[in-house]
């Protein structure tokens, strides 16, 4: 066999080898594809629209401490200053029940006027009625203090209860407050003049007011 029939030969043998591959490739391909078109339409008839939230507030605020489920530390001083955050909430649900209930997650990041800053991901349940709506939310992410306040652990979490009023356009305007904390994972520390310890979980309760454009 002649050097130039072995290089034939390997062409040959490449390009069938390529063919099987793109081949095994491709059908797959256009079976997702075909399945995608087929439930796309049914997915976009059941899908919100997604939200973009803009907001102002105050971070840290002392005027709305609830004592139990927003509890912040009193040994720790607050440090009160303004925010921006910006939110993205997704129309799709997890879990939807009717028009009035339904589990959404969104995605979020915290500006403090002195350089705290905070970015997030979680859930959120949305209950309408008619154009009003009660939308509590959980969230956890990474806070990184600069020189506002030390919240004890990177590692903080949001909880929040949200309400207000959904325009005809899908827009919506609401007012919320927020819990930050660290779930009791920051470092341990000695109460100075006693034997006992406490962890460093200061808290910041926060106002805001929001307004979502719908997408």
Do not use: C
């Not at 919100?48 to 530390?73: C, E, K, M």
């Not at 009193?74 to 997704?90: I, K």
């Not at 006027?113 to 309408?128: E, N």
Request: aromatic share 14%; proline share 6%; no cysteine.
């Amino acid at each position: 066999m002649t050097k130039t029939h072995r290089k034939a030969l390997r062409g040959r043998g490449l390009r069938a080898a390529t063919s099987l591959l793109a081949r095994s490739l491709l059908a797959p391909a256009l079976l997702t594809g075909a399945l995608a078109g087929i439930a796309a339409p049914a997915l976009a008839a059941d899908r919100d629209p997604d939200l973009l939230a803009l907001g102002v507030g105050i971070y840290d605020q002392s005027w709305i401490d609830p004592p139990a489920f927003f509890q912040v530390d009193a040994d720790t001083p607050h440090d009160r200053t303004q925010f921006v955050t910006a939110e993205y909430r997704f129309g799709w649900s997890l879990v939807k029940v009717d028009d009035w209930f339904a589990i959404k997650p969104l995605v979020g990041v915290i500006q403090t006027f002195k350089g705290s800053f905070y970015g997030y991901g979680g859930l959120q349940a949305d209950f309408t009625w008619g154009p009003f709506f009660i939308t509590p939310s959980a969230a956890a992410g990474y806070y990184a203090h600069g020189d506002g306040k030390d919240m004890g652990y990177p590692l903080e979490f949001r909880t929040q209860i949200e309400t207000g009023y959904r325009f005809s356009n899908g827009d919506r305007f609401s007012i919320a407050l927020s819990h930050i904390s660290n779930a009791e994972l920051g470092k341990t520390v000695t109460i100075p003049g006693t034997p006992r310890t406490r962890t460093v979980n200061p808290g910041a309760n926060n106002l805001v007011a929001y307004y979502s454009f719908a997408l």
